[in-house]
């Protein structure tokens, strides 16, 4: 007898919680460079520049996999997404730990702007300047999609 395959509701979710935790690790570098903006300790963000790339591949390889996922959930009735409760919370949870690592880090590219320690070729685009632009593009994107259960910026496909 051979064990039966995690069904697809269990794979949504065990690639939830790994982004979940390279967003938790994310969020700790995020911190820890604000932390040493504060305390001008740039040498300790430039420490960090390693981990920020090993992170950000590690992010991208968790976006790839909750992508092959996307689809599958979508396609679930809403029905059906409502009785998966832990996968509807890890992506509210998901959702507030970007939400906090976006805030944060464009605090930390304010610091440096301030400092004048940004090359001119990478100040940010006038769309970041506004303080309100990604709660807007999450509103819309949860309008867009629908609601609760599927991913802000997401359309069903």
């Known amino acids: 007898m051979s064990p039966t395959p995690p069904s697809p509701d269990a794979d949504v979710a065990a690639s ?43 992010l991208n390889q968790s976006l790839d996999d909750l992508r092959k996922h996307r689809v599958r959930w979508q396609r679930l009735a809403p029905a059906e997404r409502a009785r998966q409760p832990e ?16 805030v944060l880090d464009r605090e930390n590219e304010q610091t440096l702007l301030r400092r004048g320690l940004v090359p001119v070729r990478n100040l940010p685009s006038a769309h970041r300047q506004r303080p309100h ?20 910026g997401t359309t069903a496909g």
């Open 133 to 152: 632009y990604v709660a807007d593009l999450y509103r819309r994107g949860s309008a867009a999609a629908g609601g609760a259960g599927r991913p802000a």
């Open 87 to 102: 996968v509807v919370a890890l992506l509210r949870l998901n959702q507030e730990i970007i939400m906090k690592i976006i």
């Open 16 to 58: 939830l919680r790994r982004h979940l935790q390279v967003c938790r690790e994310l969020l700790t570098l995020v911190e820890a460079e604000a932390q040493s903006w504060r305390h001008a300790e740039p040498e300790a963000i430039y420490a960090g520049a390693r981990r920020r790339k090993d992170l950000l591949a590690h």
